[in-house]
């Protein structure tokens, strides 16, 4: 894999030396520089992670409650009748399962929000990428991250980021639920 990679970046390079000597004009950007830098992507990392947290401690709380009914459950086996032992023992794994789709839904639900986020940065850094190749009559723009080296001066990530932090400093993030099985499609 490491050679496959090697020989695509020295075909690129020699491709890049070529196009360079015939007057292409090329820039080069580190897309996770751009993505890591800016203030959008930090906006919704701490949407994300505060949302996660509010999720975790509700799941956290949920889990402390069904351990109390099922100890509960447990102490009465011996004082009810096997009949009402096992309703309570359904009703019970029914409530777990309930909690356990409840988390599996907040996770997909967290994944969603933060993909769709993600998807508004990218938009924007394609856009203001488009527009700067434009701006300055580029004939291409590389991706840093097949580069083996670059000459500094092809650079325009700064300015990407500059340009983004104006443009889009935040993305709400939209923590929509997901719908359960149980729901028939209907949003919770």
């Known amino acids: 894999m490491k050679k496959l990679t090697l020989i695509i970046s020295v075909l690129l390079l020699s491709n890049l030396a070529i196009s360079a000597r015939a007057g292409i004009k090329i820039a080069v950007v580190d897309g996770q520089k751009i993505i890591e830098s800016s203030l959008a992507y930090k906006d919704i990392t701490g949407q994300v992670e505060k949302k996660a947290t509010l999720?975790?401690?509700?799941?956290?709380k949920m889990q402390e409650?069904?351990?109390?009914?099922?100890?509960?459950?447990?102490?009465?086996?011996?004082v009810l009748s096997s009949e009402a032992y096992g309703k309570k023992t359904k009703e019970f794994?029914?409530?777990?399962?309930?909690a356990q789709e409840s988390a599996y839904m907040d996770r997909m639900s967290l994944d969603k929000a933060y993909s769709e986020a993600m998807k508004v940065?990218?938009?924007?850094?394609?856009?203001?990428?488009?527009?700067?190749?434009?701006?300055?009559?580029l004939d291409m723009v590389?991706?840093?991250?097949?580069?083996?080296?670059?000459?500094?001066?092809l650079e325009i990530t700064d300015s990407i980021i500059e340009e983004l932090?104006?443009?889009l400093p935040a993305v709400a993030v939209k923590?929509?639920?997901?719908?359960?099985?149980?729901?028939k499609g209907i949003k919770k």
């Open 93 to 98: 794994e029914l409530e777990a399962e309930k």
């Open 175 to 183: 923590f929509d639920a997901i719908p359960s099985k149980n729901d």
């Open 55 to 60: 999720f975790k401690n509700s799941a956290a």
């Open 121 to 137: 940065l990218e938009k924007k850094i394609t856009d203001i990428i488009q527009a700067k190749a434009m701006e300055k009559k």
């Open 142 to 153: 590389m991706a840093k991250i097949h580069m083996i080296y670059n000459n500094k001066e």
């Open 65 to 78: 409650n069904l351990q109390k009914k099922y100890k509960e459950i447990e102490s009465q086996k011996l």
């Open 165 to 167: 932090n104006k443009s």
